[in-house]
Structure formats: C-alpha cells, structure tokens
C-alpha cells in the first residue's frame, strides 16, 4: 500500500464514521446541540477542571472554546466559577440541568455504540472492538507532542514521580525524586529534559545530560504502561538522540536493569550494542552505546532556557 492509499483509507474511514455516529447532525444524538458543544459538556461531565485544563485536553484555541462555552452557559448547562485554590483561575462545571443532560447523552451514546453493533456476528464484533482500540491507540500516538521542558516543573515531575513508581516496582529502586544536581543536569546548555504529553497530560519523558566530552547519556525514560506498543518509546528515543547531536555528542549511552526487557529489545532495535560498565548505578545491569551521525548543521545549538 502506498502513500497515497494510506491517506486515502483514513480519510475514507473519517468521512464513513462521522456520518455513521451522527457527527454531521445539528441535533447530535437528539440533544439540541451540534458536537462541538455536547463534546465538551460531556469533558466537563466527565472531568471537571479549569478552562485551561479543558482547552488543553480538547486541543481547542482560546476563541472556539470561549463559544463553546457561551453555548452551554447560554442553555444553562454550565456555570464558570473562581477556582478556589487559585481565584485567578476560573473552573467549569455542570449545572443541575447540565448534569440531567450528561446522564441523557451518556444513555444515548450507549444505545447508539450498541446500534452499530447489533447486526455484526460475535466474531465480527471482537474484530471491530480489537480494530478500533488499535486504531484509537495509533491515532493518539500519532497525535502525541514531545516538547523540552524544565526537569523541576510540574508536569516533569509528575513524570518521574511516575517513572520511579515503576521502577520501584519493577526492581525495587528506591528514590524520592530528582536532585537538584540531576536536575541541572538535564538543563542547557550541557543537556535536556523533554515530556510527550497527549490530552495536555504527561505520557512519557525522558532526558539526556553530558558525561564526557562528545558522549551523552540518556536518562529517566519512562513511556506510560497504556501506550506500550504504540511505538512512542521508540519515536521518544529519536528525539532524544537528535538533542544528543544537537549537544555535540558523538556518542550516547544509556543504562537499564535486566527485569526492563521491553526497554532492552527496544534499545536492540535502535541499533544500541552491549558495552562494559560505566558508572556506579548500583541498579543498572545492563550498559549500552550508540554512535551518533553527524548532524546535517553544524552551527545548530541549543540556546540556553529553551
């Protein structure tokens, strides 16, 4: 299949499901309002949280968001108020007709899951479920940013919080966070830190920082166990590698511990070899390295804060 077949399939498939859930309709679901407005009536059913959370999770711009919300308040489905933790900050949340309507839309979107459903076979409809949860999976990940990011800001820290977590109950590594002398660095101008985040909330991080002259190590990699298999490990590891080159280095390294078997067959087919220890990380067991190629603009840099 080639290029061109492949974009053609999925906008096919766009066309075929939007007509299909009733997307194109002005009543969406019989609910008085087209799908832009009921999409967020159900996040902020769903999820409550500040305009700002819910413009990030959306992925909507400040304007689209702002009539969305005139919409539903005009209907009286939502209030915006003070958050009261930071009264600079205001919260969206469902009125009570707003939370009748959330339950009527929940029940209508109910039957109309199961209306598609109805007429395939069980074996068809295992292949349907298998399918689009794939698909779902692939189309996040193809949606997902990697950004660079300050190692102590919030959401870094959530991230590793979460990658020590993991560890912790992998091997039992034990840690409390990043010091302020791991954090600095993955700072520039001697290294990195970046986060992919999709909905606006942290999916995976990692690091590189400067050992040796030309040599980096990439470090604090975590891809959140619900996105395993979706490639974002791998497509995470490039990016590092590129601010590896981007630092200078020649060459990066890196080090996991024998219980991360994903991880090592990940590195495997990056084109990671086996080579002798080289720190004193008393978790590691296994050491790698990986040369780099030179990078096209040798007059790139990274300036420092960015």
């Known amino acids: 299949m080639t290029v061109t077949d492949e974009i053609d399939t999925v906008r096919r498939f766009n066309r075929s499901y939007t007509q299909r859930v ?3 309709d002005d009543s969406f679901l019989g609910m008085g309002l ?3 407005p009921i999409r967020l009536m159900f996040e902020i059913g769903s999820e409550p949280g500040t305009i700002q959370a819910l413009r990030k999770r959306l992925g909507l711009d400040s304007g689209y968001m702002s009539r969305l919300l005139r919409r539903l308040q005009d209907e009286s489905l939502v209030e915006v108020v003070p958050d009261p933790e930071d009264r600079r900050r ?10 009748r309507q959330w339950s009527v839309l929940e029940e209508r979107s109910q039957d109309r899951a199961a209306t598609l459903l109805q007429p395939l076979t ?3 409809r295992a292949r349907l479920t298998a399918a689009l949860a794939e698909a779902d999976l692939l189309v996040r990940a193809a949606t997902v940013t990697i950004e660079t990011a300050d190692p102590t800001s919030e959401p870094a820290r959530a991230a590793v919080a979460k990658y020590f977590a993991e560890l912790q109950k992998r091997f039992g590594f034990n840690s409390t966070g990043l010091g302020t002398k791991d954090a600095a660095a993955l700072r520039p101008p001697d290294g990195m830190f970046m986060i992919a985040r999709s909905d606006g909330q942290p999916v995976a991080c990692g690091g590189v920082q400067t050992i040796a002259p030309g040599i980096g190590e990439i470090k604090r990699m975590w891809v ?3 996105w395993r ?5 791998s497509r995470l590891l490039r990016e590092l590698e590129e601010r590896a080159r981007q630092l200078g280095h020649h060459t990066v390294r890196l080090d996991t511990n024998q219980t991360l078997t994903e991880a090592i067959a990940m590195y495997g087919r990056a084109g990671y070899e ?3 220890r080289y720190n004193d990380n008393p978790y590691a067991t296994h050491f790698f390295e990986k040369p780099l190629a030179a990078v096209a603009d040798p007059s790139r840099h990274i300036p420092p804060g960015a």
Not at 90 to 99: A, K, P, Q
């Open 22 to 24: 009733g997307a194109l």
């Open 34 to 36: 087209p799908l832009g």
């Open 90 to 99: 205001r919260v969206v949340r469902l009125t009570e007709s707003g939370h």
């Open 122 to 124: 069980v074996r068809q």
């Open 224 to 226: 959140d166990g619900r």
């Open 229 to 233: 298999g979706a490639g974002l490990g």
């Open 274 to 276: 086996p080579i002798d």
